[in-house]
């Protein structure tokens, strides 16, 4: 069974930086995507950016691209997501997720694991 920890958010300042983490156990995730999805108050749970494990290719949301980065370390079975230039509209609880598959999508109904999140606030 797949097990997923995030850790590594809080509260910063706009302009400010954190970097998420995602340990993930339970199996080989070699044909697995994993994502991070966020979900504010009040509204839907959004796709912010994938990874392929195999391959380490990636997709972000254009709301986060060219701000945040997915990533993955192997030896560690760890997804990361490296946030810089936050914003106050940054602000969700951020979740990791895997799919057994290789393709990448957007949807969080196709992802069938989810870790317990994490808070991220950004203050003006």
């Known amino acids: 069974q797949v097990h997923l920890v995030e850790s590594g958010g809080g509260l910063v300042q706009a302009g400010e930086s954190l970097k998420l983490s995602c340990a993930a156990s339970?199996?080989?995730?070699?044909?697995?995507?994993m994502g991070w999805f966020r979900q504010a108050p009040g509204k839907e749970r959004e796709f912010v950016a994938g990874?392929?494990?195999?391959?380490?290719?990636?997709f972000h949301a254009d709301s986060v691209k060219g701000r945040f980065t997915i990533s993955r370390d192997n030896a560690k079975n760890t997804v990361y997501l490296q946030m810089n230039s936050l914003k106050p509209e940054d602000t969700a609880v951020y979740y990791c997720?895997?799919?057994?598959?290789?393709?990448?999508?957007?949807?969080?109904?196709?992802?069938?694991?989810w870790g317990q999140g994490t808070q991220v606030t950004v203050s003006s």
């Open positions: 339970g199996r080989t995730f070699i044909n697995y995507v």
């Open positions: 997720a895997a799919r057994p598959s290789t393709a990448i999508v957007l949807s969080s109904n196709a992802y069938d694991s």
């Open positions: 990874i392929r494990w195999s391959a380490g290719s990636t």
